[in-house]
């Protein structure tokens, strides 16, 4: 059932030796993980924004790209990490 109101939830990040505990070799440098402790994302949840604060300062950390196809809250969901893509990012944008 697809809720009415946006929702958000506040993840753990994993390093990405311990997502390949969950997800093994389909985790690359370019990937960061989050949830597995009793939330994640889940199916249309895709490219939406994982956020972090530092310093009272929010960063977007990563996009939401793939994970447990039964949405598994106990699953970390993948993401796409801006800081390894970043070039590739601005590349597009200065493009389009």
Do not use: E, F, H
């Amino acid at each position: 059932m697809t809720p009415t109101v946006l929702q958000q939830a506040a993840l753990p990040l994993l390093t990405n030796p311990q997502c390949k505990q969950y997800w093994g070799y389909r985790i690359a440098d370019v990937m960061v993980c989050a949830g597995a402790d009793g939330a994640s994302s889940c199916m249309g949840d895709s490219g939406g924004p994982l956020v972090c604060q530092k310093d009272g300062v929010w960063n977007l950390v990563g996009i939401v790209s793939w994970g447990s196809s039964t949405c598994d809250p106990n699953m970390p969901g993948v993401y796409a990490r801006v800081t390894k893509l970043r070039n590739w990012i601005n590349s597009v944008l200065a493009a389009n």
